[in-house]
């Protein structure tokens, strides 16, 4: 019976007879041989599979094993020839512009150790078997939900085992949270064990960690793919945490310090689902475990100088800042010296940061909290702000404004006078600001009723700082909004004090008068400077010599242009210094053509 080749075998084994034998590799293409081999590699392992290679004949095993080396040559030239050389890029042409579709969101994955062993075992339901055997099946599905799955290079696999662990997480959820006397001391170790194992893990880099700036409201954030499983296992531990049954005196073993420092550095996680479960499970802990409540705050405070003083990026600064709000607002009074520190060392320099936006809210209610709990604050906290105050960044200035006005709003009129002065100087400066929102902002502070009882208390000190800012532009600034707003401010001045109002209109007038003296005078002393000048009997001699001297060099260089035109080029020679030993001895010099004869002796 005759045996049945391969049709690639057949085609390489018996070149056709048109070409030469000694010219067949150089004949046939690339791309032809590519394919051809690629079909024969195939082949050779589906042959191998079947065991039909032993049936080939020595000349075909011969081709084949030719194949195998011009497949893995060909592939690797074929690879390497997709990259495109830097100097054609020129030629390439540009591809038409596509249309912009908008982007889905971002997904990415913390760094997971995979389990080796994934294939899960669908265990009984808790309310299934008798309460006696319930811990033990409790501890079991812990266990179970230590396994880790990949959500990111291949999705769609093990997805038999990972809706068994979501079931299992589920199933615990409902389970300590409708049941009392289920959180025994056997379930606290493997609790925090299944949390950490979930959840401590190295986090993706960042999307942009030298970029701009992230806007909530343009940018989309970051993903984690893995979170169908992470979000079931925040859940159960804050039910855990939550839970009537908690004993924190047992709890305390398992969940330390070194535990608080990595549930702390989840908080730079893109996600911001992530982000929201970190900030009430460490404020749930904050509140259980007292022995842990200077360590956290000390750890927060060197998120935050890493922050300022380093990195500055840092994904979870609102979420802390908002956690430390409500620590804040439990402080006992008198403040401690630390709380202070923090205050002036911490928090108010984070108004410094370029991304302060991201964050700016939660930082100013610590801030205000700290001034309801302890009114002397004020004057350091609103010089800070002031020396903080940003020069060229108009939003940024806005941001500001809106928490100076929220500091009024809870100031003593005490600690008020100590710092009016420079507030209302920078005030004016705002008001003048040719950018509208900034100088809009500023012109609100007098549509509220306390600030403007506090102005009215002290109009002798702040009407002579605001009313040349208020007058002037009152009839130089291009928006017309805010001339309504200045005409506003300026007829609540009036209402209140109107001898004094005049008084400042009066100074106002006798200012510019001075102004317009003093530029008048500057102006007559330039005109003395220049008569002076002229009545100089050498001024006209030097004159004329320097329009003689701008004449010749005219004339040298129109000359110079002439000859360069008829000169003709010739290699230039060093100009040596005069030195009359370099003079002796190149004249007694002689060169060795003068010391040979003409015929050779």
Not at 292 to 304: D, G, M, T, V
Not at 533 to 559: I, M, W, Y
């Amino acid at each position: 019976m005759q045996k049945k080749t391969h049709t690639s075998f057949r085609i390489l084994a018996n070149p056709s007879p048109t070409v030469h034998p000694a010219t067949h590799h150089t004949k046939i293409q690339t791309q032809i041989f590519f394919r051809l081999a690629k079909q024969a590699h195939r082949e050779i392992r589906l042959a191998k599979q079947l065991e039909k290679w032993k049936t080939l004949s020595s000349s075909e095993l011969f081709v084949l094993r030719v194949l195998i080396i011009l497949y893995i040559q060909v592939a690797s030239k074929k690879s390497s020839s997709t990259v495109v050389p830097a100097t054609q890029i020129a030629k390439i042409k540009t591809p038409p512009v596509q249309p912009v579709v908008k982007k889905e969101k971002r997904q990415s994955s913390s760094k997971f150790n995979l389990a080796n062993n994934r294939e899960l075992q669908k265990l009984l339901a808790l309310k299934d078997v008798p309460p006696g055997e319930q811990e033990k099946l409790f501890i079991q599905k812990l266990r179970q939900c230590c396994v880790l799955f990949d959500f990111v290079s291949d999705p769609l696999s093990d997805l038999k085992w990972k809706e068994v662990k979501r079931a299992a997480l589920s199933e615990m959820v409902e389970y300590i949270t409708h049941n009392r006397n289920v959180i025994t001391e056997p379930i606290y170790p493997e609790v925090v064990h299944m949390f950490a194992v979930n959840m401590f893990r190295t986090l993706p880099p960042s999307s942009n960690p030298t970029g701009a700036e992230f806007d909530p409201e343009e940018d989309e954030p970051t993903l984690e793919a893995a979170w169908p499983h992470l979000q079931l296992v925040y859940e159960f531990f804050l039910r855990f945490l939550e839970s009537p049954d908690f004993q924190p005196n047992i709890a305390k073993k398992y969940i330390d310090q070194k535990f608080v420092l990595q549930l702390l550095e989840l908080f730079d996680s893109e996600d911001p689902r992530e982000r929201d479960f970190l900030k009430t499970t460490l404020h749930r802990i904050y509140g259980k475990f007292l022995g842990l409540r200077a360590y956290i705050r000390k750890q927060i405070n060197n998120i935050f100088y890493r922050f300022i003083y380093e990195t500055e990026h840092h994904n979870g600064i609102a979420e802390l800042l908002e956690i430390l709000g409500s620590i804040i607002n439990g402080f006992a009074l008198p403040l401690k010296e630390e709380h202070k520190i923090f205050l002036l060392k911490v928090l108010l320099p984070l108004h410094k940061v370029k991304s302060l936006s991201v964050y700016h809210p939660q930082l100013a209610y610590c801030v205000v909290q700290f001034l309801e709990k302890d009114s002397t604050l004020t004057e350091p906290v609103v010089m800070a702000l002031l020396k903080y105050w940003p020069k060229t960044h108009s939003p940024k200035e806005v941001m500001f404004l809106n928490e100076l006005e929220e500091i009024l709003d809870v100031i003593e009129p005490s600690e008020f006078v100590k710092v009016m002065e420079p507030l209302f100087r920078q005030l004016a400066k705002c008001v003048s600001s040719p950018h509208f929102q900034v100088a809009e902002r500023a012109l609100y502070y007098w549509n509220n009723e306390y600030i403007m009882s506090l102005i009215s208390d002290n109009a002798a000190k702040i009407l002579p700082i605001m009313f040349p800012s208020l007058y002037r532009n009152s009839k130089t600034h291009w928006n017309k909004t805010i001339h309504g707003l200045i005409y506003n401010a300026l007829k609540l001045f009036m209402e209140m004090n109107q001898k004094l109002f005049d008084d400042c209109t009066q100074q106002f007038k006798a200012e510019k008068v001075k102004e317009k003296l003093k530029m008048k005078e500057r102006e007559e002393a330039w005109v003395k400077i220049e008569n002076l000048a002229k009545s100089n009997p050498q001024v006209f001699q030097k004159r004329s010599e320097a329009e003689h001297f701008n004449c010749t060099l005219d004339t040298a260089g129109t000359a110079q242009k002439e000859q360069k035109k008829d000169r003709v080029i010739v290699r230039r020679k060093s100009e040596l210094p005069q030195d009359i030993y370099t003079m002796k001895a190149l004249e007694s010099h002689c060169r060795a053509d003068d010391l040979i004869t003409h015929d050779g002796h």
